[in-house]
């Protein structure tokens, strides 16, 4: 369709056109090598976002985030290279790189934790696209086995990128996931096309209500309606429900007065480097 239009607004149109492809072309296959080249290297660097009881503020996971650590850029944000991962069928060992480092972290948390304490829990993206790739699922399957008993602290965040074809499939890794104490929750939900169909016909243990939502649902009521329609059919359906993009008082006020009980977003945290997260491990319930 590009070319098309380009042909058909002229000759010069179409040679700027020509040339712009071309550079997108050469842009496209050096990204890829880079990108190729961070995962052989495990350029990559884990932050943490807090998520907490939004009453007490008290941390109940951390929700990993990756960044690329790419040479002379500084930390590039997941979303200028996820996206490119998942067109080029890389996501699955960025994935699994993200859960094995961020299990490793959650063990060295959990012994700093006060012996009373309720075990941190860690909260995993994972890409949808990896669920439509068998050889991708029993790879995590593989990584997920050898992790052990962590595992039971463990939250996959599933991430609808794309629609999950083999919904047999993933309901009996789901289960198998469950029976290993994991919890399954919908990320971003509200957004996806699929986000309804998907909470009834997988097993899900909560949904988390995306940013979009979160962000102004204190000054535009039809959000406001969105948010309290989720947090209702969440609990009718016997799901945990969890608001990220949480910025303002007025937002945690009213989540927690729908019954929503966590949490993420800028009032409490932004994604924290590891080092940090220490420091929110014995914060006072008060
Ligand atoms: P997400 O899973 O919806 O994660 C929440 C995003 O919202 C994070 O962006 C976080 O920094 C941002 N955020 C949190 N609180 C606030 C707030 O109060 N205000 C605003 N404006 N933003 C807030 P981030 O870290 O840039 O990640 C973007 C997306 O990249 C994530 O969205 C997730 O879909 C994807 N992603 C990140 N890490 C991974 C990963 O390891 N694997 C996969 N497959 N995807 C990942
Ligand atoms: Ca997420
Ligand atoms: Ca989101
Ligand atoms: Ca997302």
Redesign the pocket.
Known sequence: IAMYQAKASGGNGCELFDSSIHHQAKDRIQQEQELRRAIAQADFQ??Y?PIVDLATRQLVSA?????WQKPGSGLV???EF?PLA?ELGL?AP??QW?LQTASRQLQAWQQLQPENAPPLKIS????SQQINQNASLNELETVLQTLGSVRQHLRL?V?E?VFIKNIDRATELFQRFQAWGMQICL??FGTGYSSLSYLHRLPIDGV?I??SFV?GMDSDPNKLAIVRAIVGLCHTLNKAVIA????NHAQRRLLMDLGCQQG????FA??LPADQIPAWLDTDPA
């Open positions: 884990v932050y976002q929700e990993a985030l990756i960044r944000p997941p979303d996820i998942e996501i960025i994935d993200v995993i993206n994972l890409s965040e991430t990128s990320d971003d988390k995306d940013r962000a990220e993009g949480i910025e993420q977003g800028y009032l932004p994604p």
